[in-house]
Every structure is written in structure tokens, then in C-alpha cells.
């Protein structure tokens, strides 16, 4: 249970990122957006113990809000299940990752002796060894997928190092700035 409410608020994490996010974007050239006007969220159609979880989370509202209004800006309209022209779905996922700097010296002790033309000298320092910093990333999909075939149509994706201790602001902010760029590209040109 913990580990999928972690998931859930990781979007909006992910949204409050501490460097811009990377974004990809990928779409079946086939496929004629022009007749796409209105969606209805995936959970709501295919139920699953991990979309019945995000009904009841309050990061799952922010999200639909969020990203209803820029679908809303972009001329689409929710609609109930029978009447969408796609679904709309989100994933996310974390990692944590590593930086290590290395001194060139492994921790301890170390010492030099020299000898030049002008005297001898010795040296004595310590090194602490490299130094290891952990922070987390994070990945945000959105998916349409076309409801008469069920096949997905379009994927956007950001992926951004993650802020330590967002506030709810800037997390709302950041929500809506990653949803806009995710959704700027859709539909695709034809």
C-alpha cells in the first residue's frame, strides 16, 4: 500500500523537478488525430487494484485537473466511457541515483617524499576517499490510447531529477508546467 501511494505522488514530484526535464515524444504516423474530440480517463474504463487506489489519492484529482484543463485548451472535452475517442493514461516511475567524485585516493593516509636541485621535501595529506551524493529521478508518461482499437497513439515522456521537499506550490506549479510541455505536441501535425 505504501509503495503504491509513493508511486502515485511521484508524478507530482516528478512535476516539482529541481532541473528541467528531458521530453520525448512518439506517435503512430498513421493515425488521423483530426478525428479525436473527446476522452475519458483509462482507470475509469479498465479497473485494476492500482487505478481503484488512485481514485481515492488526492495526487490522482491535481493530476486529472491538471491535465483535463490543458486538454480542455487543446479543444477536447471529457465525455462518459461509451462516447470518448480515446483514453487517456499516466505512469510514473523513480530511480535513485548516484554521483561519485572521486579524489584519486582511496580514504586514508598518503605521503610523498621528494628531492630537486633545491632540497628535499615531504608531504603528508589525507584523503576522505570519493564522495557520494544520492538524489532521485523521475519518469512521467502520459499515453493516448485510440478507444476503437484500444492500441496507444501517442506517448509523451519527462524525465527530471526530482526537487528535495517541494512545497505544495511549487509541486502545483510544476504539475501544470510538465503537463503543458508534455501536451504542447498534441495531436501531432499532420
Known amino acids: 500500500m505504501k509503495h503504491t501511494l509513493f508511486i502515485l505522488v511521484l508524478f507530482v514530484l516528478l512535476t516539482a523537478c529541481s532541473s528541467k526535464p528531458t521530453y520525448e515524444f512518439d506517435h503512430d504516423h498513421g493515425f ?9 480517463w483509462y482507470d475509469d474504463m479498465v479497473k485494476s487494484e ?13 493530476i486529472r485537473e491538471v491535465v483535463g484543463n490543458e486538454l480542455f485548451r487543446h479543444g477536447f472535452k471529457e465525455s462518459d466511457a461509451r462516447a470518448a475517442d480515446f483514453w487517456i ?5 523513480k530511480q535513485r541515483q548516484q554521483i561519485s567524485r572521486s579524489t584519486g585516493y582511496d580514504q586514508g593516509m598518503h605521503g610523498s617524499v621528494g628531492a630537486g636541485t633545491h632540497g628535499k ?5 589525507y584523503s576522505s576517499g570519493p564522495s557520494v551524493r544520492e538524489y532521485e529521478e523521475g519518469t512521467a508518461i502520459l ?24 512545497s505544495m506550490n511549487e509541486r502545483y506549479k510544476a504539475t ?15
Open 121 to 125: 621535501s615531504v608531504s603528508v595529506g
Open 176 to 190: 501544470v508546467e510538465v503537463t503543458r510541455e508534455l501536451l504542447a505536441g498534441f495531436p501531432p501535425a499532420p
Open 32 to 40: 488521423d488525430f483530426s478525428r479525436l474530440k473527446t476522452y475519458h
Open 50 to 62: 492500482l487505478g481503484s487506489y488512485r481514485k481515492m489519492n488526492a495526487s490522482d484529482k491535481r
Open 89 to 93: 493514461n499516466y505512469t510514473i516511475s
Open 143 to 166: 499515453d493516448i490510447i485510440d478507444a476503437s482499437t484500444q492500441k496507444i497513439v501517442w506517448r509523451g515522456v519527462a524525465e527530471g531529477r526530482l526537487k528535495d521537499h517541494p
